[in-house]
């Protein structure tokens, strides 16, 4: 946003140069133009009041001082010189190329007639042709010479028309200097001008990312006053109700979880009494046993759903977690128990694999993978957990022979209170808790279709260089 | 398994302060506490706790709820440590790490979290009361390891060995085993092993417990050492 806003005011800036510029260069180049015909004609009407003498003699012959006085005019102005007499022979000539070609007759050139009158009155005539003799652009000048009413002669000045356009570039060069000092300096104005603007939207960005993380606390610069500044205060109104909704809803998951363990309290010591007063072959005694495994699977709720509520909503600080290791070592807590059910669980990883987790966040997502896994897989197969260290960061598969899962159903199944199994086991939070873990630390979690034929439930972890897996770089587009 | 809830001569004429406002959680806790041969007082405020704390004949044990309508249970916990040595089991539906830190800084001897079982309770009662009258009973080192058959449990040093050969078991499996052996033949609930092990702080899987009993098993060499009872928990087998 920086670079466009100054991209904009350097960009309006060159047009405006560009809009004066290209009218002032090319008329500077008409004035310097005329000015040099202006100073030719001059000298050459007086070049030909210096000619009028030798003109006069018949034949016309130029005296030492008009040769010297042409040559030493041709010599400082570098222009070429004729001075020819009324029927168009030269009587002087100075200037590269035409020394030494007095008596030759100029008058088949068109300036020349114009000058001597031959086709009319005898007038003075300046401009641009193409000179086949030089082949070059000239500008020229021919003015005639009189004496009293009668044409005597001419005098010609000619000049490279490129020596023209070497002063009027000179000139439309030092105006290109200065446009380009004013666009650098417009640049670097625009740029400072940019920052300033973009720098407050960036602490509001800031801010709003804060919140976004958790960091409910977070608000906006509003000093100032300008409209950025009227956006940061509706901006702070707004993450006031946002963060008064979401303690009140965080305090209710929590309130309510704390409210339900009292009575709790008191059902199981009751049951536990009621256990208490009977004998082990009480008929009732099967009743009372279901009726405490239902209190435990309430607590078990209760408990899922103030982890949740605590996963989704505390400040969750990532540390880095070798993943491999603690794949590792719950493998090697599970074993055991996969034996008994003979159940082989492989273990496939690199000898190191960091990522970005909140603490013990990854010993329960696998736990939560794995305990699903035994529960479906048949007798006999195995479970194989992976650890793949990947450029979009460490990802954990856990991989079984079991009967599989849907497509439709493997997205929902991180739900809350879904629940694999019809059987009334389990608290349906299983799963909504790993994926809870999972996002605080900015990673995924997934269901997919199982290359051993069953389900695979599957994290990915960030790493150090990773960006997060829910949110886009803040990096970008500043 | 009902055999650690029969009145209990050790119990006998322990007086207890219960100190809760719940009607309800307090009558089944009276009546449990009772029916376990403890001699129990209920206050349902904060100013009659220390009302009886202060009297001739103060409590041996007192079991204080956090939630008290009159006044801060922690500020109750703070004031009877101030005046008194008596152990406090702090009784509470909160059981977040910090608050259990704050109350045992505050002087309280024991946490427990609601929901608790009766076996859970008196366990702790006996524990908080096995501490504190420790130091006159000198207790022997020696003491401190329990023998069941060709086991050995040594809470102090956290080691197990069975027939003299010392078995590794991970801090947790120990935590697991040592409880089951509180009471050998007892059945625990696996509520219960995960609150009395993990104490609230876990949330894993459900077979978390099923996990390490079967690493136990699998480190004792036969599985008839702990013994699954379909539908509730373990207990301590002896094969």
């Not at chain 1, 720098?199 to 990312?209: G, K, S, T, Y």
């Not at chain 1, 606390?217 to 205060?233: F, H, K, M, N």
């Not at chain 2, 702080?201 to 036969?222: E, F, N, P, Q, S």
């Amino acid at each position: 946003m920086r670079w466009r806003l100054a991209a904009v005011l350097v960009g309006f800036t060159a047009l405006v140069l560009l809009v004066q510029n290209i009218p002032l260069a090319s008329y500077l180049r008409t004035v310097e133009r005329d000015s040099i015909i202006t100073a030719l004609q001059r000298d050459a009407f007086t070049l030909g009041g210096f000619s009028v003498t030798s003109l006069q003699d018949d034949p016309p012959l130029a005296t030492d001082d008009l040769t010297k006085v042409v040559d030493d005019y041709a010599k400082a102005n570098g222009a070429r010189v004729i001075v020819v007499d009324d029927r168009g022979r030269a009587i002087a000539t100075a200037g590269a190329s035409f020394e030494g070609r007095v008596g030759q007759s100029f008058l088949n050139r068109p300036e020349i007639q114009e000058a001597l009158g031959v086709n009319g009155t005898a007038h003075a005539v300046s401009g641009t042709r193409a000179s086949t003799v030089v082949g070059q652009d000239l500008i020229y000048v021919a003015v005639p010479v009189r004496a009293g009413e009668d044409v005597i002669g001419a005098v010609r000045l000619t000049y490279p028309a490129s020596e023209v356009d070497a002063t009027v570039n000179t000139r439309v060069r030092g105006l290109g200097i200065a446009a380009f000092i004013t666009l650098v300096s417009a640049a670097v104005i625009a740029f400072f001008l940019a920052s300033t603007i973009t720098r407050r939207i960036r602490r509001l960005r800031d801010a709003a990312e804060r919140i976004a993380d958790g960091d409910m606390d977070a608000r906006a610069d509003v000093s100032g006053g300008s409209e950025i500044e009227e956006l940061a205060e509706s901006f702070n109104t707004m993450a006031d109700r946002v963060q008064a909704v979401v303690e009140s809803q965080r305090g209710f998951a929590g309130d309510a979880s704390h409210q339900l363990r009292t009575p709790l309290t008191a059902l199981r010591l009751r049951l536990d009494r009621a256990a208490d007063l009977m004998t082990d072959d009480e008929p009732a005694m099967d009743q009372v046993d279901a009726a405490r495994d239902e209190i435990d699977r309430l607590q078990r709720l209760i408990d899922g759903l103030l982890v949740l509520a605590r996963a989704d909503n505390t400040d969750h600080i990532t540390v880095p977690v070798d993943i491999a290791a603690v794949a590792a070592e719950r493998i090697s807590a599970w074993q055991a128990l996969a034996g008994e059910h003979n159940v082989d669980i492989e273990l496939k990883a690199p000898r190191m694999a960091v990522g970005l987790a909140i603490p013990g966040a990854v010993d329960q997502i696998i736990d939560n993978y794995v305990d699903n896994a035994l529960e479906v897989v048949p007798e006999g197969s195995r479970i194989v957990v992976t650890v793949l260290a990947q450029v979009t960061g460490v990802v954990v598969t856990v991989d079984d022979m079991g009967p599989g899962l849907p497509p439709e159903l493997r997205e929902r199944a991180f739900d809350r209170f879904w629940r694999g199994s019809q059987d009334g086991s389990g608290s349906g939070l299983g799963l909504a808790i790993v994926a809870s873990l999972a996002h605080a630390g900015g990673g995924t979690v997934w269901l997919d279709e199982s290359p051993l034929g069953g389900l695979r439930s599957a994290a990915r972890f960030r790493t150090l260089g990773t960006t997060s897996g829910t949110r886009e770089s803040p990096s970008h587009k500043r | 398994m009902r055999s650690t809830e029969r009145p209990d001569r050790h119990n006998g004429r322990v007086r207890i302060l219960l100190v809760e406002d719940d009607a309800a959680v307090a009558a089944s806790s009276l009546d449990g506490l009772t029916a376990l041969g403890f001699t129990v007082e209920h206050v349902t405020t904060g100013a009659s706790a220390l009302a009886a704390v202060a009297a001739v004949e103060p409590p041996e044990v007192v079991l204080l709820d956090l939630g008290l309508p009159d006044m801060d249970g922690q500020e109750v916990c703070r004031r009877i440590r101030a005046t008194a040595d008596i152990p406090i089991i702090i009784v509470s539906a909160r059981g977040d790490e910090t608050d259990r830190v704050i109350a045992l800084e505050l002087g309280a001897d024991d946490y427990l979290v609601k929901p608790f079982g009766m076996r859970e309770l008196a366990a702790r009662i006996r524990a908080v009361m096995r501490r504190t009258q420790a130091p006159s009973q000198a207790a022997a080192p020696a003491a401190a390891v329990q023998e069941i058959g060709r086991l050995s449990i040594d809470r102090r040093a956290q080691r197990v060995h069975l027939d003299g050969e010392e078995v590794a078991l991970t801090a947790k499996e120990f935590d697991v085993l040592a409880y089951l052996a509180e009471d050998p033949g007892a059945v625990r609930r696996r509520t219960e092993i995960l609150e009395h092990v993990w104490e609230g702080h876990w949330y894993g899987a459900t077979k978390t417990v099923d996990a390490h009993v079967a690493a136990i098993r699998k480190k004792l060499g036969d599985s008839a050492w702990i013994e699954a009872v379909r539908g509730v928990g373990f207990r301590l087998g002896s094969p």
